[in-house]
């Protein structure tokens, strides 16, 4: 079992920054792909970022490349979303998602992912 709580939301002006944070215990997190979503009011959550177990590889919605990067130290058990030049457009709630290890990983797919956190509240206000 693998507890994720997520840190770091709060209220932004556009074109600020924040940068969130989503801690594991009870797994070591090297054995887990990660993955970032987010859910604004009245719509689906959806995809925001990904990190494969060892960091070697990322991924990220076209909405958010070249603004928003992930990262993981796992030493510390921890997964990043800096998140840069903020729109108002990118206030939701933020879900970090936690996958265990497979060749394959379809970083988009909700159903995939095996623990969630329960979300941070990211603003951006205009």
């Known amino acids: 079992q693998v507890q994720l709580v997520e840190s770091g939301g709060g209220l932004v002006q556009a074109g600020g920054s924040l940068r969130l944070s989503c801690a594991a215990s009870?797994?070591?997190?090297?054995?887990?792909?990660m993955g970032w979503f987010r859910q604004a009011p009245g719509k689906d959550r959806e995809f925001v970022a990904a990190?494969?177990?060892?960091?070697?590889?990322?991924y990220y919605a076209d909405s958010v490349k070249g603004r928003f990067t992930i990262s993981r130290d796992n030493a510390k058990n921890t997964v990043y979303l800096q998140m840069n030049s903020l729109k108002p457009d990118d206030t939701a709630v933020y879900y970090c998602?936690?996958?265990?290890?497979?060749?394959?990983?379809?970083?988009?797919?909700?159903?995939?992912?095996?623990?969630w956190g329960q979300g941070t509240q990211v603003t951006v206000s205009s």
């Open positions: 009870g797994r070591t997190l090297s054995s887990y792909h």
């Open positions: 998602a936690a996958k265990r290890y497979s060749n394959t990983f379809y970083y988009t797919a909700r159903a995939l992912y095996d623990y």
């Open positions: 990190i494969t177990s060892t960091g070697g590889n990322t």
